[in-house]
């Protein structure tokens, strides 16, 4: 029997950034979720940011006020946020760091205008969705916002770049793509691309450079072009993630196996 050949299917797609880091991640994950279209399960930490990006864009909306949003945590945890933790004190301090985000719960230093925003755009030549967590304006122009359950550092300006650094400069570039976006949908750039660390309490705030928008774009190409001629699908097994961060990992056969 040849072997099926995706790329046709593939070609039609309609791409996003997470779409195209999770092949990176493991392409056998990508294959059961964008070909096979198989359902998963939510984990612990996936269910946890969703529910915490939730209560924010419910403030945001106006549906839930600043002083209402610790009891709506509080309450409302245990029923949202799903799946296995690592462990106990993982658990512990994605609770206690959430909760302290909304004691007092301080607002971005923005004016708001959109939340939660559905965007389709094209970029190099690719269709695209996304979704921007909050889209604002400061003085110097339109502000895209990330919130980020990750505790990233801000830049830490040495000559050579720290770990910190490298990893800031990759989630970067999601910002730097949806930043094409925003030109297409507002009619300019953003002034500056931010993420809200919330489990930190730290707002991460860079200027926008049109170049990281070419890098973006250019990474992007790249990488679809690979899923186009990939055949094999082959897992990525590593511990962690498998354990804690597939929606499959119940239902794998690879990471059965593994286990």
């Given at each position: 029997m040849p072997e099926?050949?995706?790329?046709?299917?593939?070609?039609?797609?309609?791409w996003s950034w997470s779409r195209v880091r999770s092949f990176r991640d493991c392409p056998y994950r990508w294959f059961l979720r964008y070909i096979k279209e198989r359902p998963g399960t939510e984990n612990f930490f996936s269910s946890y940011g969703s529910f915490v990006h939730g209560l924010m864009d419910a403030y945001y909306k106006g549906a839930i006020p600043a002083k209402d949003l610790r009891s709506a945590y509080t309450t409302r945890f245990r029923q949202e946020v799903r799946?296995?933790?690592?462990?106990?004190k993982v658990f512990s301090r994605y609770f206690k760091d959430g909760l302290a985000a909304f004691s007092p719960f301080a607002p971005l230093p923005f004016t708001k205008i959109d939340t939660e925003k559905e965007v389709s755009f094209t970029a190099g030549g690719l269709p695209m969705r996304g979704f921007l967590d909050y889209i604002g304006e400061s003085k110097d122009g339109l502000v895209i916002v990330d919130h980020k359950s990750r505790t990233l550092k801000p830049r830490s300006g040495r000559r050579k770049p720290t770990r910190s650094d490298?990893?800031?400069?990759?989630?970067?570039?999601?910002?730097?793509?949806?930043?094409e976006a925003v030109r297409q949908t507002y009619?300019?750039?953003?002034?500056?691309?931010?993420?809200?660390?919330?489990?930190?309490?730290?707002?991460?705030?860079?200027?926008?450079?049109?170049?990281?928008?070419?890098?973006?774009?250019?990474?992007?190409?790249?990488?679809?072009?690979?899923?186009?001629?990939?055949r094999d699908f082959s897992p990525s097994l590593e511990w962690f993630k498998c354990g804690y961060l597939c929606e499959y990992n119940n239902s794998c056969e690879y990471f059965d196996l593994f286990r």
């Open positions: 099926p050949d995706y790329a046709p299917f593939i070609r039609d797609m309609t799946g296995r933790p690592p462990n106990q490298l990893e800031l400069d990759e989630y970067m570039m999601q910002l730097a793509l949806y930043a009619g300019e750039y953003p002034a500056e691309l931010c993420f809200n660390c919330f489990r930190s309490g730290v707002l991460i705030r860079e200027p926008y450079r049109k170049e990281l928008t070419d890098a973006a774009v250019f990474q992007i190409r790249n990488e679809v072009e690979a899923i186009e001629r990939e």
